[in-house]
C-alpha cells in the first residue's frame, strides 16, 4: 500500500519551523554558557506538551516536516517560555482571538484581582493568594534587601492565572522602587513576579540580583553576539544601557520574570 503523499509545507509554515528551531537551540546554547541546569530535551518538550510521541512530534515541527497548528504552538510557547508572535505571526492571531473569547465567556480572566462584586462562592477555590514580600526591586540604581519579610498576601483569580498559563505556587509579589523603568512601571507598583521563568528571554522583563548592584527589575536584550543588555524602558539619559558578556551576565541571579504590574495611573 502506498503511504499517503504530505502537503509540502508553505514557505511562511517553513519560517514558522525554521523560528522554532532556532528559539530552542538559543534556550540550549544560553543554558549551556551559563552552566545552569541543562536545557530541556526534545523529548522532555513533547512530554510537557502531553503529546503520544514526543520527540518525534517535536522534531517535527522544528524541522519543518509537520505544519505548526494553534494548539500545538501555544502548548511550546508555554513549555520554551516564548510569545506566539515570536514563533508565528499569523497563528498568533489565532492566539489573540481565542484568548478575546475566552475572556468573553469567561469575564471573571478578563482582570487579575477581585473586583466588588467577586464575593460570592468558595474563596480558596475562586483565588490563589500570593506571598506579598516587603523586598524592593530598584527601578534604578539597585535596592538592598538584608531582611525580607511576608508583610501579607495578594489575592489574584485562579482563572486569570490559568489563562496566563503560570502556577500560583511559583508566584511571588514585591514592589518596584525607582523611575527608571517609566512608564511600563512606576515607583511604588505592585509587581508580579513569576519565579519559574529564570532562563532568560530576549525583550522580557526580570528581576535580577547581583553583589554589586543589589536587586534591580530590568527588561533584557540579547544582542546578535549572545551577549546580553540590561535595559532600562525610561529613555532618560540618566538610564543608560549597560551590555554584558555572557560571562558577566552570570554573576547576576535573575530571580524571576515580571508578568503583571499593578499601581496609580
Known amino acids: 500500500m502506498k503511504k499517503p503523499t ?11 519551523a525554521k523560528r522554532l528551531s532556532d528559539i530552542y537551540k538559543a534556550r540550549a546554547r544560553a543554558s549551556k554558557a551559563r552552566g545552569d541546569t541543562p536545557a ?6 513533547g512530554e510537557l506538551c502531553g503529546w503520544n510521541s514526543p520527540q518525534s512530534t517535536v522534531s517535527q515541527y ?30 498568533a492571531d489565532g492566539v489573540r482571538m481565542h484568548v478575546s473569547a475566552s475572556v468573553a465567556r469567561e469575564s471573571d480572566a478578563s482582570t487579575p484581582l477581585p473586583g466588588p462584586a467577586d464575593i460570592d ?20 540604581l539597585g535596592s538592598e534587601n538584608a531582611h525580607v519579610e511576608i508583610r501579607s498576601t495578594l ?42 521563568k529564570v532562563e532568560p528571554t530576549s525583550k522580557h522583563i526580570y528581576v535580577l540580583t547581583s553583589t554589586d548592584k543589589g536587586t534591580i527589575v530590568k527588561r533584557l536584550i540579547q544582542t546578535a553576539m549572545g551577549d546580553w543588555i540590561i535595559r532600562s524602558d525610561n ?13 558577566e551576565f552570570n554573576e547576576h541571579h535573575i530571580l524571576g520574570r515580571v508578568i503583571w504590574r499593578g499601581g496609580d495611573l
Open 6 to 16: 504530505r502537503t509540502p509545507l508553505s514557505a511562511e509554515q517553513l519560517a514558522d
Open 155 to 196: 489575592a489574584f483569580k485562579r482563572d486569570w492565572l490559568r489563562m496566563k498559563g503560570v502556577n500560583p505556587q511559583s508566584l511571588i509579589v514585591i514592589y518596584a522602587e525607582g523611575e527608571s523603568m517609566w512608564p511600563t512601571i512606576n515607583d511604588c507598583d505592585v509587581l508580579l513576579v513569576d519565579r519559574s
Open 235 to 247: 529613555n532618560d539619559e540618566e538610564y543608560p544601557d549597560r551590555t554584558l558578556s555572557r560571562s
Open 121 to 140: 462562592g468558595d474563596i480558596d477555590e475562586r483565588y490563589a493568594f500570593i506571598p506579598q514580600y516587603n523586598a524592593k526591586a530598584a527601578a534604578g
Open 40 to 45: 530541556l530535551t526534545q523529548t522532555e518538550v
Open 62 to 91: 522544528m524541522n519543518g516536516k509537520v505544519a505548526l497548528n494553534l494548539d500545538a504552538l501555544v502548548k511550546l510557547a508555554r513549555v520554551l517560555d516564548f510569545e506566539p508572535s515570536e514563533v508565528s505571526p499569523t497563528l
